[in-house]
């Protein structure tokens, strides 16, 4: 009977591309590449949505929103709670969370009549959990407003090499803030 073991040499040979490998995979990382990839859906969903927000602005009658901006904090994700109200200066939470872009979404802007809008549907974080999520918030007396979303990549996120949360000109350096209110304030 002829048994056949491995050698030291096919071992260390063995041993090496299993290293190699293993190293390749810490080095590339792919929990932090889906990170990234999925902040730059966020960065690309709300720049996206701040262009269909300012074509609706341009449009509407008065250039105001025909919704509730007074208190409200529109989000892309149901029962926040209070993760809504550390976006925003006295805002409450909407519990709309919907993605129809007739007003009935979780953003209540009608979209319906926008051509040239790239989603059929409102787009919604692609976590969408209660610490990844959309936001909005307006102000019909500046006819101005908001939108947040919370990064998760050590990239993109606040003190990053790519830091979008601080560099954005909002008011609060852990979140991505695009709109029309200077400062981005609301």
Not at 8 to 15: D, G, R, S, W
Not at 25 to 40: F, G, T
Not at 74 to 84: D, K, L, P, V
Not at 113 to 137: C, K, M, Q, T, W
Request: a negative charge.
């Amino acid at each position: 009977m002829n048994q056949r073991a491995f050698t030291l040499l096919e071992f260390l040979v063995i041993f090496g591309i299993l290293l190699f490998v293993g190293s390749i995979i810490y080095v590339i990382n792919p929990r932090e590449l889906l990170a990234e990839w999925r902040d730059s859906n966020r960065m690309a969903d709300l720049n996206k949505i701040e262009s269909a927000l300012s074509d609706y602005l341009a449009t509407a009658s008065g250039q105001r929103f025909d919704f509730d901006c007074s208190n409200k904090c529109y989000a892309s994700f149901n029962g926040i709670g209070e993760s809504c109200d550390s976006r925003y200066v006295r805002k409450t939470v909407s519990e709309q969370a919907g993605r129809g872009i007739d007003g009935s979404g979780w953003l209540p802007a009608d979209f319906t009549g926008d051509e040239e809008l790239r989603f059929a549907l409102l787009p919604v974080d692609p976590i969408n959990d209660g610490d990844h999520f959309y936001s909005f918030a307006c102000d019909n007396v500046t006819r101005t407003f908001e939108l947040n979303a919370k990064m998760e990549s050590s990239r993109y996120s606040q003190g990053g090499k790519d830091d979008v949360e601080s560099a954005d000109g909002g008011d609060n350096p852990g979140l991505y803030e695009v709109g029309t209110k200077p400062g981005l304030g609301l």
